[in-house]
C-alpha cells in the first residue's frame, strides 16, 4: 500500500453550530448571579469543526488539534493530565474519548473573530462534541450535546461557555466516507 493510501482518511465528520446575538440579560445565567433570564439568538457564520478519522498506527500522534483561526496545529496526548493550549477543546476530546483503533485530525474555524462576544466558545465547544460523538456506535441528542458541552465549559470558568440553546437547536453533523 502506498504512503498516500495509508493517510486516506476512513472517513471525515463535519459539525457545525450558530454563534450567538442579542445577548440580553448576559450572565445573569451564571453561578454568581444566581439567577436570571436571557434572550440569544443563533445566527450565521457557523463555527465549524472537521474530524478526520484514521486508522490508528502505533507510531502515529493518536490527537492532532488544528485551531486553524490561530494558526495552530499541535498534537494532544491522550494521557496528559493537564490542559495546554486550548483548555476547552482538549477537555471536550478529553471528555467524549477517542476509540483505541483510530487517530484524529480535529481542524476547527469559525469566521467571525476570537473575543466578539458571540458565543464562539459555546459554538466551537458544542460543534465539536457533536462531532467527537460520531466517532462512536451511541448518538447524543441535541439537548444531550448541549448538556455535555455546558459541563466541559463549567469546568473551565474563564470560557463564555453559557447557554447553549441557541446553538443546539441549528446543530449540524454529518459524515463522509
Same mark, same amino acid.
Given at each position: 500500500?502506498?504512503?498516500?493510501?495509508?493517510?486516506?482518511?476512513?472517513?471525515? @465528520?463535519?459539525?457545525?453550530?450558530? @454563534?450567538?446575538?442579542?445577548?440580553?440579560?448576559?450572565? #445573569?445565567?451564571?453561578?454568581?448571579?444566581? =439567577?436570571?433570564?436571557?434572550?440569544?439568538?443563533?445566527? =450565521?457564520? *457557523?463555527?465549524?469543526?472537521? !474530524?478526520?478519522?484514521?486508522? *490508528?498506527?502505533?507510531?502515529?500522534?493518536?490527537?492532532?488539534? =488544528?485551531?486553524?483561526? *490561530?494558526?495552530?496545529? =499541535?498534537?494532544?496526548?491522550?494521557?496528559? #493530565?493537564?490542559?495546554?493550549?486550548?483548555?476547552?477543546?482538549?477537555?471536550?476530546?478529553?471528555?467524549?474519548?477517542?476509540?483505541?483503533? !483510530?487517530?484524529?485530525?480535529?481542524?476547527?474555524? +469559525?469566521?467571525?473573530?476570537?473575543?466578539?462576544?458571540?458565543? !464562539?466558545?459555546?459554538?466551537?465547544?458544542?460543534?465539536?462534541?457533536?462531532?467527537?460523538?460520531?466517532?462512536?456506535?451511541?448518538?447524543?441528542?441535541?439537548?444531550?450535546?448541549?448538556?455535555?458541552?455546558?459541563? !466541559?465549559?463549567?469546568?473551565?470558568?474563564?470560557?463564555?461557555?453559557?447557554?447553549?440553546?441557541?446553538?443546539?437547536? +441549528?446543530?449540524?453533523?454529518?459524515?463522509?466516507?
Amino acid at each position: 500500500m502506498s504512503e498516500k493510501e495509508q493517510k486516506r482518511p476512513l472517513r471525515v @465528520i463535519n459539525s457545525g453550530a450558530p @454563534i450567538r446575538i442579542c445577548d440580553k440579560g448576559g450572565w #445573569t445565567d451564571t453561578w454568581f448571579a444566581e =439567577y436570571g433570564k436571557i434572550l440569544n439568538i443563533g445566527v =450565521y457564520p *457557523y463555527a465549524e469543526v472537521q !474530524i478526520e478519522v484514521c486508522p *490508528y498506527d502505533d507510531q502515529e500522534e493518536r490527537v492532532v488539534i =488544528y485551531a486553524e483561526n *490561530y494558526g495552530e496545529r =499541535y498534537v494532544r496526548h491522550l494521557k496528559k #493530565t493537564t490542559w495546554d493550549r486550548h483548555p476547552l477543546l482538549e477537555a471536550a476530546i478529553e471528555r467524549m474519548g477517542v476509540p483505541d483503533d !483510530i487517530t484524529i485530525q480535529v481542524t476547527i474555524f +469559525c469566521e467571525a473573530p476570537a473575543g466578539a462576544s458571540t458565543g !464562539i466558545s459555546a459554538s466551537v465547544t458544542v460543534a465539536l462534541v457533536g462531532a467527537l460523538d460520531c466517532l462512536t456506535s451511541g448518538r447524543l441528542t441535541p439537548h444531550e450535546v448541549a448538556h455535555v458541552a455546558q459541563s !466541559i465549559g463549567n469546568r473551565h470558568p474563564q470560557t463564555a461557555v453559557r447557554d447553549l440553546r441557541p446553538t443546539l437547536f +441549528c446543530l449540524r453533523r454529518h459524515q463522509l466516507h
